[in-house]
């Protein structure tokens, strides 16, 4: 059984940067995408970013230029570095990786952006 542990979330200021990490319980090569997703209070659960195993990555608009996907092979774990946060980025976010048909998630992390 694959397990995903996020961490990182917490209440910050508009304007200001969070770094979200994401430890999976396996090599983190064995599955083809690893990437972040949010759901904020009445809304659907929504794409933010993925990192191919090669190391490419696509980014959802509304995050573009702003949060950076990475990943560390040797300590299983893929990252999602925020900055400038908006109000707008509340949302608990999730880690999800897939491995050709099937995708894990974490449990979340809640982050919260202050006006």
């Known amino acids: 059984q694959v397990q995903l542990v996020e961490s990182g979330g917490g209440l910050v200021q508009a304007g200001g940067s969070l770094r979200l990490s994401c430890v999976a319980s396996e090599n983190i090569f064995s599955f083809n995408f690893m990437g972040w997703y949010r759901q904020a209070p009445g809304r659907q659960r929504e794409f933010v970013a993925f990192?191919?195993?090669?190391?490419?990555?696509n980014y959802a608009d509304s995050v573009k230029g702003r949060f950076t996907i990475s990943r560390d092979n040797a300590k299983n774990t893929v990252y999602l570095e925020m900055n400038s946060l908006n109000p707008d980025d509340t949302a608990v976010y999730y880690c999800?990786?897939?491995?050709?048909?099937?995708?894990?998630w974490g449990q979340g992390t809640q982050v919260t952006v202050s006006s």
């Open positions: 990192i191919r195993s090669g190391g490419t990555t």
């Open positions: 999800a990786a897939t491995r050709v048909a099937y995708t894990y």
